[in-house]
């Protein structure tokens, strides 16, 4: 089973900040990478699929990046509705699919 | 709009069995992969089932084999979870999900809550 790692587990920042999200995999998944967003008491949302295409309504302040074992997600000047927690997930190798244990990302 | 509308969910005793059903429209649900994924109360997304577009292929976690059977009704547009000996580890909220392309999870659903307790 390929173990997802994201770091940190919680991020402080400020409305129109930068910030960049980590996601490790135990194993090589090529680009078979996703980054999902789940806002409290909603549904997860597909932000990114193939490590760094953007899923259809996806603004451009997310961009993604990696290959391989590392990979991150960036966005560029925080807005209000980003305050979320994000997820990264493989599916280059499964059963099973995995999931990393999610960054919240919270107003400081 | 894709719109996939779980439901079956409730308060079950352990060694129990429930069936949750995914009702899907807005699209063309005999073309695209199908998942079952859950989220326990406060922590992180597993993937637990997935049946491919004609319901030949079928995969589960390790948690889950064994006691949990993943199906489709193609003429009715519907998936379904059938969760047999029900344990209180999987108490969670169960997503359907579609795929965009296989195990992208373009699609969820709002979920339905299993609580397995005695």
């Known amino acids: 089973e390929i173990v997802m790692s994201q770091s940190p587990a919680t991020l402080s920042v400020s409305p129109g900040e930068r910030v960049t999200l980590s996601c490790r995999a135990s194993?090589?998944?090529?680009?078979?990478l996703a980054w999902l967003q789940q806002k409290i008491g909603q549904s997860p949302r597909l932000l990114i699929y193939?490590?760094?295409s953007r899923a259809t309504g996806v603004p451009a302040r997310f961009r993604a990046t990696g290959s391989g074992t590392e990979f991150t997600l960036t966005i560029s000047s925080l807005q209000s509705e980003d305050f979320a927690v994000y997820y990264c997930q493989q599916y280059n190798e499964w059963p099973p699919i995995t999931f990393g244990q999610g960054t919240r990302l919270e107003i400081k | 709009q894709v719109q996939l509308v779980e439901s079956g969910g409730g308060v079950v005793q352990p060694g129990t069995s429930l069936t949750l059903s995914c009702a899907a429209s807005?699209?063309?649900?005999?073309?695209?992969?199908m998942h079952w994924v859950r989220q326990a109360p406060g922590k992180g997304l597993e993937w637990v089932a997935m049946v491919s577009y004609d319901g030949s292929h079928k995969y589960f976690a390790d948690s889950v084999k064994g006691r949990f059977t993943i199906s489709r009704d193609n003429s009715n547009n519907t998936l379904y979870l059938q969760m047999n000996s029900l344990r209180p580890e999987d108490t969670a909220l169960y997503f359907c999900?579609?795929?965009?392309?296989?195990?992208?999870?373009?699609?969820w659903g709002q979920g339905t809550l299993v609580t397995v307790s005695s």
């Open positions: 999900v579609k795929d965009r392309i296989i195990a992208e999870f373009e699609d």
């Open positions: 193939s490590a760094s």
């Open positions: 194993q090589s998944v090529g680009t078979k």
């Open positions: 807005g699209f063309t649900f005999s073309n695209f992969g």
